[in-house]
């Protein structure tokens, strides 16, 4: 069964750092497009960032510079590794897999709440 | 960045009704667009692909249509499960998602 669990999540203060884990299970991260996309409470959904399998690396302009994603395929897992966290970086995070070439996300995982609140 | 605008933003149907949802680009596409349907607590889930080709497992009374600029999701016939919000996502460029509808029971 292809299955992506997400884990990390948590209360922050602004400012802060928290980082993310995507297991993966069914498939290989580093044979796909990799993503992370975000829906704050009550809002629509965001894309934050891709890791394509030749490694290629993209963000959102939101995150830039702040976000960083990455994999190891070891332990076959995607991570987001988020600094200087505002208010407006509180969400549901989701890992997804873009699919190839329709570019749509067709497998998801169940998502990690990050609330960045003093 | 291309702008995704869905409408209505909400509506109200019945079980058995047919259901029309639109979303506008911002500029040409192509058919790079995908629908997904999303339920309260729950991570989305991909029903159209490519503006037209269904998703496996999804039920035939989903379609979708349209290209350029302008596309259409399409429920022919409401179950009670289908009632949820619906995202429209370009993936021309750098993905973008449209507002959501909500489908709420009338």
């Known amino acids: 069964e292809v299955q992506l669990v997400e884990s990390g999540g948590g209360l922050v203060q602004p400012g802060g750092s928290l980082r993310l884990s995507c297991a993966a299970s069914?498939?290989?991260?580093?044979?796909?497009?990799m993503t992370w996309v975000r829906q704050a409470p009550g809002e629509g959904l965001e894309w934050v960032s891709v890791?394509?399998?030749?490694?290629?690396?993209y963000y959102g302009d939101s995150v830039k510079g702040r976000f960083t994603i990455s994999r190891d395929n070891s332990k076959n897992t995607l991570y987001l590794q988020m600094n200087s966290l505002r208010a407006e970086d509180t969400a549901v995070y989701y890992c997804?897999?873009?699919?190839?070439?329709?570019?749509?996300?067709?497998?998801w995982g169940q998502g990690t709440m990050v609330t960045v609140s003093s | 960045d291309i702008q995704m605008t869905q409408s209505p933003s909400s509506l109200a149907a019945s079980v058995g009704d047919r259901v029309t949802i639109t979303c506008r680009a911002s500029q040409s596409i192509s058919n790079y667009l995908n629908w997904y349907q999303q339920k309260p607590g729950e991570a989305p889930k991909l029903l159209i692909y490519?503006?037209?080709s269904l998703q496996s497992g999804v039920p035939s009374r989903f379609s979708g249509s349209g290209s350029a600029g302008d596309f259409t999701l399409t429920i022919s016939s409401l179950q009670p499960e289908d009632f949820a919000t619906y995202y429209c996502?370009?993936?021309?460029?750098?993905?973008?998602f449209g507002q959501g509808t909500k489908v709420e029971i009338k």
């Open positions: 069914g498939i290989t991260v580093s044979s796909n497009f």
């Open positions: 996502q370009q993936s021309y460029s750098s993905p973008t």
């Open positions: 997804a897999r873009r699919s190839q070439p329709s570019g749509s996300f067709d497998i």
């Open positions: 490519r503006a037209s």
């Open positions: 890791i394509y399998d030749d490694g290629d690396i």
